[in-house]
């Protein structure tokens, strides 16, 4: 017969222990918390953060920048100043005749956009999580914010001419296309290397129609 092993119960308390490790996460809770911290120091270390990002969006690169602590603090910023600066005057408000976009429907085409982008970016295998998606979306529209400011600084001048249209327009295409670069940037390496064109398209798209609509609201 074959012999028969028998484990006490201490032998399985042996075998049964072990610590159960979370990659990449803190080893304590007090390395997480931050109750004790100063609504300042969080504040002002959230701000840096913001602010580190915008600066590699105007300096695009590859790098996961953008990517690794994602947040749509920027992005909500972004818009909520374009979609006020695109609300015009007061009197421009009161003239049914306007087309420019109210507030809330710069704001559903901004984040609508940025939804449709990132599910297609998805569907086509991106290795990317949704909110990250968003999230460099959403930065990478401060260039053409640069452009919309621009565009109304100009429109002070008075009367506007020629000459000052096509230097609006040079603002609103050097705008668009530093915000498709500074998105591909980000995003291209996750995306297969056969769909790269696909993911791409509707980033160009998405940064067109906001382009449009600072061109073709601020006259």
Same mark, same amino acid.
């Given at each position: 017969?074959?012999?028969?092993?028998? /484990?006490?119960?201490?032998?399985?308390?042996?075998?049964?222990? &072990?610590?159960?490790?979370?990659?990449?996460?803190?080893?304590?809770?007090?390395?997480?918390?931050?109750?004790?911290?100063?609504?300042?120091?969080?504040?002002?270390?959230?701000?840096?953060?913001? &602010?580190?990002?915008?600066?590699?969006?105007?300096?695009?690169?590859?790098?996961? $920048?953008?990517?690794?602590?994602?947040?749509?603090?920027?992005?909500?910023?972004?818009?909520?100043?374009?979609?006020?600066?695109?609300?015009?005057?007061?009197?421009?408000?009161?003239?049914?005749?306007?087309?420019?976009?109210?507030?809330?429907?710069?704001?559903?085409?901004?984040?609508?956009?940025?939804?449709?982008?990132?599910?297609?970016?998805?569907?086509?295998?991106?290795?990317?999580?949704?909110?990250?998606?968003?999230?460099?979306?959403?930065?990478?529209?401060?260039?053409?914010?640069?452009?919309?400011?621009?565009?109304?600084?100009?429109?002070?001048?008075?009367?506007?001419?020629?000459?000052?249209?096509?230097?609006?327009?040079?603002?609103?295409?050097?705008?668009? $296309?530093?915000?498709?670069? $500074?998105?591909?940037?980000?995003?291209?390496?996750?995306?297969?290397?056969?769909?790269?064109?696909?993911?791409?398209?509707?980033?160009?798209?998405?940064?067109?129609?906001?382009?449009?609509?600072?061109?073709? /609201?601020?006259?």
């Amino acid at each position: 017969m074959a012999d028969v092993e028998f /484990h006490t119960d201490e032998d399985l308390d042996l075998q049964l222990e &072990g610590d159960i490790l979370v990659p990449g996460s803190a080893k304590s809770d007090e390395e997480l918390s931050t109750l004790d911290e100063p609504v300042k120091q969080t504040i002002l270390r959230d701000l840096r953060a913001v &602010g580190t990002k915008f600066f590699h969006v105007l300096v695009p690169k590859k790098s996961d $920048a953008l990517l690794k602590e994602w947040d749509l603090w920027g992005p909500l910023i972004l818009c909520v100043f374009m979609a006020m600066f695109l609300q015009g005057s007061t009197e421009e408000l009161n003239n049914m005749n306007d087309g420019g976009p109210q507030f809330a429907q710069m704001f559903v085409i901004y984040w609508l956009g940025a939804v449709v982008v990132t599910l297609n970016i998805k569907l086509l295998g991106g290795n990317i999580s949704f909110f990250q998606s968003v999230c460099v979306l959403g930065y990478c529209v401060l260039p053409l914010t640069v452009s919309l400011v621009l565009c109304r600084i100009i429109l002070l001048a008075g009367s506007q001419t020629l000459a000052l249209f096509i230097i609006r327009f040079i603002c609103v295409i050097t705008g668009f $296309a530093w915000s498709t670069f $500074a998105s591909t940037a980000f995003l291209t390496d996750s995306q297969p290397q056969n769909r790269k064109a696909l993911a791409i398209y509707p980033i160009f798209l998405f940064y067109f129609v906001i382009s449009w609509i600072i061109i073709s /609201h601020t006259h």
